[in-house]
């Protein structure tokens, strides 16, 4: 299982396209056959990046969902109708669709987030915006039971 950890910063050229990290290459070749999804994240201004295995998974369970049921439909319409495949081409770039980076308002500088099973992309602007903001939360919050029993 692939796990993608850290944080990146990478470009995005004027043609849409972004290098993926040396460091995650090879993996996603192994995994994927250097096949990635990309989707809307429906909480925060980034995308959701897959290697094309997980989002399988993903869709597979979205798919499972009642579409009876309005937000089980609106998260299929929403999240399934916004993903996009994209190939790691032979220079580790892939394209990122325009409506997807229009949506997060992704430029040229940017930030490539490992969030374990996938990767979010960030706009440059949008990261260092919402990143106080979230250490702010994380620190001033009660902790939820989820969490409680988390050591770090």
């Known amino acids: 299982m692939l796990f993608f950890r850290g944080i990146n910063s990478v470009n995005i050229d004027t043609k849409g396209r972004m ?6 290459r090879e993996s996603i070749a192994d995994a994927s056959d250097n096949q990635l999804v990309a989707t809307i994240d429906l909480h925060s201004p980034c995308l959701l990046i897959y290697t094309l295995d997980e989002w399988e998974v993903i869709e597979r369970k979205l798919m499972s969902l009642p579409n009876v049921d309005p937000q089980a439909r609106l998260y299929q319409r929403l999240l399934l109708g916004h993903a996009s495949e ?5 220079q580790g770039r892939v ?6 980076r229009e949506h997060a308002n992704i430029g040229k500088p ?3 987030l490992g969030q374990g ?4 992309l960030w706009s440059q602007e949008a990261w260092d915006a919402s990143r106080p903001e979230m250490l702010d ?3 001033s919050n009660e902790i939820s039971e989820s969490l409680a ?3 770090l």
């Open 137 to 139: 939360t994380a620190m």
């Open 110 to 112: 940017a930030i490539l």
């Open 86 to 90: 994209m190939e790691i081409d032979s």
């Open 19 to 24: 290098a993926i990290p040396k460091k995650y």
């Open 95 to 100: 394209l990122l669709p325009s409506l997807l």
């Open 149 to 151: 029993s988390l050591s």
């Open 117 to 120: 099973n996938k990767f979010e």
